[in-house]
């Protein structure tokens, strides 16, 4: 079955440090979705791409976050500088269908922890 | 800030059926979802119910809409150690010509054996 990888799984950081953080969505999915899940938290939307192109990034810290996917098919999601608040969970999604949320499929993760 | 919200946590004994509630904020949602996420691992779509639903069962889920009051339920029967996880109700936005998800904070769910 066809799964959303993410790499790496575990990440530990100084601030100040970049981090980042890869994913490659399931075949076919044009639609790429980056989260962040906070402990205790459920996931929020940091940014979604149809193909190449960024469709909504309200909510991603711009001062310091930047997402691509120059290819349409992989992502990347980069921290420079990383601080403390930014210890969190990374999801990445895919979907084939942006109009129906039930097609999002979710990748393992990526756990990030800035020391 | 609009929020889903969820109680945290819920202990249920082996063969018991667990309910989970949660109470959304956004009228118009077209969709609700509820997720599983077991520890360390992404989240898994167990089942979603459209608006116009009053009900949907699934095998041992059901999932139940009061669209008046904004609640949702997922009741898991015969509950068993491997539904142990985090589940996340969430809700669908339209957004930028997308439907967008907002997420609940998660209940824990523990089996008492």
Same mark, same amino acid.
């Given at each position: ?5 993410? =790499? ?7 601030? =100040? ?44 810290? &711009?001062?310091?976050? =930047?997402?691509?996917?120059? &290819? ?5 999601? &980069? ?20 109009l129906?949320g ?14 | 800030?609009e929020?889903v ?19 959304y904020t956004d009228s118009s949602s077209t969709y609700l979802y ?15 119910i459209f608006s116009n ?12 809409l009061?669209k008046k009051d904004k609640?949702l ?17 969430a809700e669908s936005r339209a957004s930028f010509g997308n439907e967008k998800l907002t ?11």
């Open positions: 079955e066809a799964e959303v990888a993410q =790499s790496p799984r575990y990440k530990i950081t100084e601030k =100040s440090q970049a981090v980042a953080f890869w994913c490659d969505p399931i075949s076919g999915h044009a639609t790429l979705y980056w989260y962040r899940q906070i402990l205790g938290q459920g996931p929020e939307l940091l940014v979604q791409f149809q193909d190449e192109s960024v469709v909504d990034d309200s909510q991603l810290p &711009k001062d310091r976050f =930047s997402a691509e996917r120059l &290819k349409g098919v992989d992502s990347t999601l &980069k921290i420079q500088p990383a601080e403390l608040g930014d210890s969190a969970m990374y999801l990445c999604a895919s979907s084939d269908d942006p129906r039930e097609t999002q499929y979710f990748g393992p993760g990526t756990r990030l922890l800035v020391l | 800030g929020d919200e969820q109680s945290l946590f819920l202990s249920v004994r082996e063969g018991d059926s667990s309910v989970i509630n949660c109470t509820w997720y599983k996420q077991e520890p360390g691992a992404g989240l898994q779509l167990l089942t979603y639903m009053d009900m949907k069962q699934d095998q041992r889920l059901t999932v139940l009061n609640h339920s997922l009741r898991i029967a015969d509950t068993q150690t491997g539904d142990s996880a985090i589940y996340f109700c997420f609940g904070t998660g209940t824990r769910l523990t089996i008492i054996p």
